[in-house]
């Protein structure tokens, strides 16, 4: 599969996967505008740059396209939507998910524990309770797994669903141990993301160069 993601691992990644059978690619949204001056990071919408680089996604895909599922958080459903312009698709369906919107016990560790961004999840990773308010790593990342494997897929398609870096950090972090440090150093850029085929008891993940197959996960 072709796949002109501006992450050279992931268009390295989608070389190797198979033909002729559904396969999903969950990833962070396109390049937005930075953060805002209120904190309202809900309103932050994908910059010109962005919008062309989701379009080119789509446009470059040698491969048969099916569902979109997006964050219900706009530059989330900017970017399904650029990916389907690009592949030809003119008045495409996004379905919003709110489960792709966020991570419960986050908003805890933030609000009531007065916890950073970047320090959750390197407390995530780590296991560490006082950065987390007592979320696991595989707390965090099993309801997504579930649900990612209960959304509808189309036979010998691509399904693109796109979301958060929260989303991504945490699966690549359950998944392939990824690491990243206190203070964010590490953390992944805009559009990357993971290739994912199979079901729910046996799939397989392509990240970052990596491949690992996952039974009874």
């Not at 970047?118 to 309770?129: A, D, E, S, T, W």
């Amino acid at each position: 599969m072709v796949f002109n993601s501006i992450v050279t691992a992931m268009r390295e990644d989608a070389l190797k996967l198979p033909n002729d059978r559904n396969v999903k690619v969950y990833m962070r949204h396109s390049i937005r505008f930075d953060n805002p001056p209120d904190g309202d990071y809900s309103k932050l919408l994908l910059t010109p740059e962005g919008i062309e680089i989701a379009n080119r996604i789509g446009r470059e895909l040698d491969y048969p396209i099916g569902y979109f599922y997006s964050s219900p958080v706009e530059r989330c459903v900017q970017t399904a939507t650029e990916i389907a312009k690009g592949a030809g698709i003119e008045n495409p369906h996004v379905e919003k998910i709110k489960e792709l919107a966020h991570l419960e016990g986050l908003g805890h560790a933030q609000n009531d524990l007065g916890i950073g961004w970047y320090q959750f999840y390197y407390g995530l990773q780590r296991n560490i309770p006082e950065f987390t308010g007592g979320i696991t790593l595989k707390e965090a990342a099993t309801p997504i797994i579930d649900k990612v494997f209960s959304l509808p897929e189309t036979d010998k398609a691509l399904d693109v669903i796109c979301s958060h870096d929260s989303h991504v950090v945490t699966l690549a972090s359950a998944l392939f141990d990824f690491k990243t440090g206190i203070n964010g150093e590490g953390w992944i850029t805009y559009t990357e993301g993971m290739f994912m085929y199979g079901t729910r008891d046996d799939f397989t993940v392509l990240w970052r160069g990596e491949e690992k197959r996952f039974i009874n996960w």
